[in-house]
């Protein structure tokens, strides 16, 4: 168990929805980053958050969004969902940005758009 | 940019042998870190090991151990004793400073699989 915890574990949706995923890092952990990992594209940077603030983008696109709260947990807001939205979506968090801080990974949010 | 590289889509296994998945990869900052991370077939991703650019000797974890060489730009991830457990996807990634942030670029992954 790394410490990280992602709800819902399962999400089974209708094109056009919007579905929110949750994420709580682990105790100390001041950083959150979103990951996509699908089959054709392999594991993909979402975004990360540090303590609050927004610290890098990768390739999320604009129909996603997410947020840090005050207590640090995250979510992350999809809307106007796809059929190619379907992936494992991970959650992981760090201590900080720093070089060397390792990344723990939440169980993930399976995302099942038909 | 950053890039690396799993060239094994898939590798095959005796228990109780050793088992070598490789990695490579290519970065501009002398200062970056190498990760290795296991899924198995339920999904989650669970940290294995770290090796630090700058690290003069090689990690291990346990069973666990990072083949680094530098010059090369290799980051193998050898596995000992192997265990049906150890079944699964390996992913090695490398994160550097590029661009202002310290965010892991992620290989494809290597399937192992573990014959008893």
């Known amino acids: 168990d790394s410490g990280v915890t992602q709800t819902p574990k399962h999400l089974i949706t209708a094109t056009g929805q919007r579905v929110t995923l949750r994420c709580s890092p682990r105790?100390?952990?001041?950083?959150v980053y979103w990951y996509q990992q699908s089959l054709d594209q392999g594991l993909q940077f979402l975004i990360q958050?540090?303590?609050?603030?927004?610290?890098a983008k990768g390739n999320i696109l604009e129909r996603f969004s997410a947020q840090q709260f005050p207590d640090l947990h995250s979510e992350l807001n999809l809307s106007s969902l796809e059929l190619g939205d379907s992936a494992l979506y991970f959650c992981?968090?760090?201590?900080?940005?720093?070089?060397?801080?390792?990344?723990?990974f939440g169980p993930g949010t399976r995302l099942t758009v038909l | 940019a950053q890039k690396i590289t799993q060239t094994q889509p898939g590798m095959f296994v005796q228990e109780k042998e050793a088992v070598t998945l490789d990695c490579t990869y290519d970065t501009s900052d002398p200062s970056y870190g190498l990760f290795w991370y296991k899924q198995p077939s339920s999904g989650e991703m669970i940290f294995l090991i770290y090796?630090?650019?700058?690290?003069?000797q090689n990690a291990t974890e346990g069973r666990y151990s990072l083949n680094f060489q530098k010059a090369r730009k290799s980051a193998n991830l050898v596995i000992s004793a192997s265990q049906l457990g150890d079944s699964a996807m390996y992913f090695c990634a490398m994160a550097a400073t590029e661009g202002g942030s310290y965010i892991p670029t992620f290989g494809r992954g290597t399937s192992l699989i573990v014959h008893p």
């Open positions: 105790s100390g952990d001041l950083s």
């Open positions: 992981a968090s760090s201590a900080g940005p720093a070089k060397g801080d390792t990344q723990y």
């Open positions: 090796q630090g650019s700058y690290d003069q």
């Open positions: 958050y540090y303590n609050g603030e927004e610290r």
